[in-house]
């Protein structure tokens, strides 16, 4: 339901806006209600109508969608955990960052998988990555020494936190 037309610079229009605008109204659920910018009227509730607002606020939330996925990438790597502190993050989605200690491919067991320890070697290992067999096309040439890092969920097996590498995006080597 309209109340005021473009121009109208008098009467309520005026009073509330003091300046040239649109001034509508809008009927939900057979309910009027008014309200202007979050000021409430028993009965009614009125909202601005102009183009400049609806350009701003669309202009804006442009922006910050854009902003999100420029920041989204980089808030994830800068949330990295030590290999030591892994364990107290069991059940979690992080980025965890340690030195490799050691390396050991199970040839003769079931999914031939690669165990790459950090910080110690096995058995005392800190924190586990695991490869399975059938993985490690997609997760690319690991290095075998050196400092790594690996995102996903950390698991526990056997009292040890591990993530699952699965492919090349699941670990980075840090700068």
């Not at 902003?67 to 069991?90: G, K, M, S, W, Y």
């Not at 020494?145 to 090349?168: H, N, Q």
Request: aromatic content about 10%; charged content about 20%; hydrophobic content about 40%.
């Amino acid at each position: 339901m309209r109340l005021f037309g473009v121009g109208d610079e008098g009467g309520l229009e005026g009073w509330l806006l003091g300046r040239n605008h649109h001034l509508c109204a809008e009927e939900q659920n057979h309910n009027l209600w008014a309200e202007i910018r979050g000021v409430f009227f028993s009965g009614w509730k009125f909202r601005l109508c102009y183009d400049e607002v609806v350009f701003a606020e669309g202009l804006m939330r442009v922006f910050f969608c854009a902003l999100t996925l420029v920041i989204a990438p980089f808030a994830l790597l800068a949330q990295q955990i030590p290999a030591t502190d892994a364990a107290r993050h069991v059940g979690e989605n992080a980025t965890v960052c340690g030195t490799i200690a050691s390396e050991h491919t199970a040839t003769s067991s079931k999914g031939t998988p690669t165990f790459i320890n950090l910080d110690r070697p096995y058995p005392s290992q800190v924190f586990t990555l695991l490869i399975w067999g059938g993985d490690r096309d997609q997760v690319g040439e690991v290095p075998e020494t050196g400092k790594i890092c690996a995102i996903g969920v950390i698991t526990e097996y056997r009292g040890s936190p591990e993530i699952v590498l699965r492919d090349a995006k699941s670990w980075y080597i840090p700068k």
